[in-house]
């Protein structure tokens, strides 16, 4: 059984920089596609980014794209989101998600079926 857990998220304000991170046990770690999604208060959960197994390539989605840096280190079993200029509209829950099967990077929850519990970030205007 995949283990995941998210590094403790944080109030910061709008232009702030904020990295999150998402450490992996019970599993082979390079094996699995990640991803990390957000769900805002009264909205459904949606895709920030995803990275393949190697580390190489990652996809953004449209709303985080230039801003945030999504990479992993397989010798730390340790997947990470690099979010710079934080907007007021980046406030959520960041979940971390794992794929255990297959080399493709996909966008739907239904594709991940391993969830970290998730990390308040915060962006104050």
């Known amino acids: 059984q995949v283990q995941l857990v998210e590094s403790e998220g944080g109030l910061v304000r709008t232009g702030d920089s904020l990295r999150l991170s998402c450490v992996a046990s019970?599993?082979?770690?390079?094996?699995?596609?990640l991803a990390w999604f957000r769900q805002a208060p009264g909205k459904e959960r949606e895709f920030v980014a995803a990275?393949?197994?190697?580390?190489?390539?990652?996809f953004n989605g449209e709303l985080v794209k230039g801003r945030f840096t999504i990479s992993r280190d397989n010798a730390k079993s340790t997947m990470y989101l690099t979010m710079n200029n934080l907007k007021p509209e980046d406030t959520a829950v960041y979940y971390c998600?794992?794929?255990?099967?297959?080399?493709?990077?996909?966008?739907?929850?239904?594709?991940?079926?391993?969830w970290g519990q998730g990390t308040q970030v915060t962006v104050s205007s």
């Open positions: 998600a794992a794929r255990s099967a297959g080399w493709v990077i996909l966008t739907m929850m239904s594709d991940y079926n391993y």
């Open positions: 990275i393949s197994r190697t580390g190489s390539p990652t």
């Open positions: 019970g599993g082979t770690f390079s094996t699995y596609v």
